[in-house]
């Protein structure tokens, strides 16, 4: 109903960030209610018409290590993560990347996070080469050197 923008930070805990018996965390409690509500949005928008208006990101700031360490948990790794783009006029069906065997490093196009945020000002209609003016009037550019993901453009 006119709104733009809507950003839903979910954690039962708090926290997704598993240092800390990383398995068991995310199968009983992070991935179940995640994988429901993330499924029943994408159906519902899909069944109403709406997804080709509704753009859809889930992802987190970074990845977590290859290695589990000695609490069963795995730490920060920003190397390498995993993120959904569905909806938005974007263009379905695809998966964008590859990695080494153990997630260690990027191989095949890697997209770097500029590459994403570049792609949801294009979609939202904002000149992402623009400058902004802080409040001493110096201009700040919101995305310099990047362009969006030209596989998810139509």
């Known amino acids: 109903a006119g709104v733009t923008y809507v950003l839903v930070n979910y954690s039962r805990n708090n926290s997704w960030d598993t240092h800390n018996n990383n398995f068991k965390t995310l199968k009983n409690t992070l991935l ?17 018409g709406m997804l080709d208006e509704v753009l859809v990101l889930m992802m987190g700031e970074m990845g977590r290590t290859p290695r589990i360490n000695k609490n069963s948990g795995r730490d920060h790794w920003p190397d390498v993560f995993s993120l959904l783009v569905a909806g938005g006029g974007l263009t379905r069906g695809q998966v964008l990347g590859s990695s080494s065997r153990h997630s260690e490093t990027p191989l095949e196009r890697p997209v770097h ?12 209609g904002i000149d992402h080469h623009q400058s902004l003016h802080d ?20």
């Not at 995640?34 to 928008?45: R, Y």
């Not at 996070?113 to 939202?124: C, N």
């Open 135 to 154: 409040d001493l009037n110096r201009p700040v550019r919101i995305m310099p050197e990047s362009e969006p993901v030209s596989e998810l453009l139509p």
């Open 113 to 124: 996070y500029h590459e994403i945020l570049a792609t949801l000002y294009h979609q939202l």
């Open 32 to 48: 179940p209610p995640m994988d429901q509500a993330a499924s029943a949005l994408l159906i519902d928008l899909e069944q109403r």
